[in-house]
């Protein structure tokens, strides 16, 4: 379990299959990522799915996900995950979730972003995190420079989402330093 000051997180489990589809079928929450339906996809998928990284016992696998618990509750509320792990380039990319809808605007994805930030800075000795967002998801783009992130770019109609739109996403990256200049500068 990685602590932070509100949630902590812990890797994804089997038993998180149930919890993981009614959020990733609630259109209102995944609207956000561009699926304003969900994703229609059944515990027995993710149960198979979240299995092969379970058993994955390597410990340099490019993706893993995690699930975000509430400190004063011990339920789970959200995840937190990483992919393209790049040990050579030390680099990998993100995605964070509050998912649990009454559970956001609360502070939360602020901690969970700071605490994975600084875990996988330190775990795997990075350099650069990388992620991209819908141009229209302002709320996590607010969240994302907070914490340090910088916009790099701007990828046109990179998505064409499933009712056939394209969508067009930022990218932003925050390297090692920025992250504990940012740190430094908020513990004073
Ligand atoms: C984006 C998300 C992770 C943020 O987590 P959260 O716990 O809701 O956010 P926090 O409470 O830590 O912080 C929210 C910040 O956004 C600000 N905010 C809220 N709505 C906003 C809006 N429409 N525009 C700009 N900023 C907004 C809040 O004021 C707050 O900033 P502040 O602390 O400077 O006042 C969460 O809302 C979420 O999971 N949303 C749905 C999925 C998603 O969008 N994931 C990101 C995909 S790239």
Not at 40 to 45: F, L, P, R
Not at 63 to 79: A, K, Q, Y
Not at 90 to 119: E, P
């Amino acid at each position: 379990m990685i602590k932070g000051n509100k949630i902590s997180f812990r890797p994804v489990q089997i038993s998180d299959a149930e919890i993981l589809c009614k959020w990733y079928n609630n259109g209102e929450l995944m609207k956000h990522v561009g699926f304003n339906n969900g994703l229609n996809t059944s515990a027995d998928k993710l149960s198979a799915n979240i299995a092969k990284e379970v058993e994955d016992k390597d410990k340099n696998r490019s993706r893993r996900r995690f699930i975000v618990i509430e400190n004063s509750t011990d339920m789970p509320i959200g995840e937190v995950s990483f992919g393209n792990l790049d040990l050579k380039n030390k680099s990998c990319d993100i995605g964070i979730k509050i998912c649990v809808l009454d559970k956001q605007g609360m502070g939360y994805g602020y901690d969970a972003l700071n605490t994975f930030l600084n875990y996988l800075f330190k775990t795997y000795n990075l350099h650069r995190i990388e992620l991209d967002t819908l141009l229209e998801n302002v709320r996590a783009q607010h969240l994302y420079e907070k914490v340090g992130f910088k916009r790099i770019g701007l990828k046109r109609d990179c998505w064409l989402d499933p009712q056939n739109c394209y969508r067009s996403a930022i990218l932003m990256d925050i390297l090692r330093e920025e992250f504990i200049v940012k740190r430094i500068i908020r513990k004073n």
